[in-house]
């Protein structure tokens, strides 16, 4: 073998592992999560310094987000607006801890 033929295949070969383990990581993340799709903030009070007790729809269960941090500002921005604009959101729940993990539009 040539050299830029090794050198192309020691290239892919690299770059096919590393898009391997992103998308094992990605995915094992997504596996502890709870989807609720289309959904729209009912409530939204803050409980502790930092925390708030978010309801989505018609559901008798309550969730926490815990607002640390620049990007669970924008989380909960997001749920003040559902809340206010009754837009639908698509929100990540933590298994077992009904902690919000990820809010997207």
């Known amino acids: 073998m ?12 690299l770059l096919i592992f590393g898009l391997l383990l992103f998308s094992c990581s990605v995915k094992k993340n997504d596996e502890n999560l709870i989807w609720y799709e289309n959904q729209v903030i009912e409530q939204a009070v803050p409980e502790q310094d930092s925390v708030y007790r978010i309801q989505i729809g018609m559901m008798a269960s309550s969730f926490w987000l815990d607002n640390k941090g620049n990007e669970r500002k924008d989380q909960l921005s997001l749920l003040q607006e559902s809340l206010k604009q009754r837009n639908p959101l698509t929100i990540g729940v933590e298994k077992g801890t009904n902690k919000i993990i990820r809010v997207t539009k």
């Open 2 to 13: 040539d050299f830029t033929l090794k050198h192309f295949l020691r290239s892919a070969t």
